[in-house]
């Protein structure tokens, strides 16, 4: 069965750090890219970062220069530095086939004081 297992989410004050980890395993093949949305309550689903299979990685505005994404095969992370409140969301893992995209089942992330 295809699955995208993500972890790593957690509650953090303002100004703290989080890694985001994602694995495909089972019936995915030939992934062109991975990589993360989130989705706060009340808003849609928005691009936080991709990586591509060669590697070339994509930011959303909101986390350049916080945010750093790496991997982009059947494994992909998300290092999160400088977390403000509005980072606070739902993080949802990314892989993107010829034929399907796969979501994860979503990780949790609270940033508050």
């Known amino acids: 069965q295809a699955q995208l297992v993500e972890s790593g989410g957690g509650l953090v004050q303002p100004g703290g750090s989080l890694r985001l980890s994602c694995a495909a395993s089972?019936?995915?093949?030939?992934?062109?890219?991975m990589g993360w949305y989130r989705q706060a309550p009340g808003k849609q689903r928005e691009l936080v970062a991709t990586?591509?299979?060669?590697?070339s990685p994509n930011y959303a505005d909101s986390v350049k220069g916080r945010f750093a994404i790496s991997g982009g095969k059947t494994t992909v992370y998300l290092q999160m530095n400088s977390l403000e409140p509005e980072d606070t969301a739902v993080y949802y893992c990314?892989?993107?086939?010829?034929?399907?995209?796969?979501w994860g089942q979503g990780t949790q992330v609270t940033v508050s004081s």
């Open positions: 990314l892989a993107v086939t010829d034929r399907y995209n796969y």
């Open positions: 089972g019936n995915i093949v030939s992934i062109t890219v």
């Open positions: 990586i591509t299979s060669g590697g």
